[in-house]
């Protein structure tokens, strides 16, 4: 069978087979050639805008919009004392109502009424040390007894035993301008490692016989009151 028999008989002759086959071969030469159709990307492409940071205390920690609801701060009892007050769950509770447990033993016993916690911030200096508060990494102990000499000077030796129990993580109100005695406040941002380190030891002093708040302490021992002054001195500067 001749070639154009063969071409013939699948209905296709020969000359239009080759012609074809020359087409798609330029065709396909061409557009190997050609450059590559890019997808166009926006002239512009927006970037997203940075997110906005939560406004804070001045102490760095989030402030907070309320109490008991979404939120970091809940109502939280002070064992031993019948005493609850508003403030920041977790670390800052633990470091917080270990302050109030031991002023409550060894400088005054407290009447609910003599404790205060979390507030608006709207109430509130923003960039002063009360505006912890709103955070709920402060308390009020004696709201209203925040001026200088609130307290009796064996009083205020117990509170600096205290503070150097807590490692200057927190600070007491005495030591700022203006002095406000009433407060207590964590000292240290969120990110501080002394904050979950302090925690943790205080946690452990609760659940051991014989330590923790409440254990009675010589806050007139030289040890105790040489730690207690040399914190004294340096918050005293700050």
Known sequence: MSDNTRSSSIGLPRRAVVKGAGVIAATAAVGSLAPATAVAAPASAPLSAPRKKAPTSANGWTLEQEANHVSTVWTRPVSGTGLE???????????LLHVVRRFHY???????????GWQPIGGLGKDRPESNLASGT?????PGAGA????????????????????????????DSPVDESLFYIDRGP??????????RLR?????????????VNVLAPSRRSRADRLARIQGSD
Not at 85 to 95: C, M, N, Y
């Open 85 to 95: 007050v508003d403030v920041r769950i977790g670390d800052v509770e633990a470091i």
């Open 106 to 116: 060894e400088v005054e016993q407290l009447p609910r009424i003599d404790l205060a």
């Open 138 to 142: 402060a308390v009020r102990i004696r």
């Open 148 to 175: 200088s000499g609130s307290l009796f000077p064996l009083q205020v030796l117990t509170v600096r035993d205290i503070l150097a129990d807590c490692d200057g993580v927190v600070r007491w109100g005495g030591d």
């Open 191 to 200: 990110d501080d490692e002394q904050v979950r380190g302090l925690a943790d």
């Open 204 to 216: 452990r002093g609760e659940a051991t016989p014989g330590r923790g708040a409440g254990v009675e």
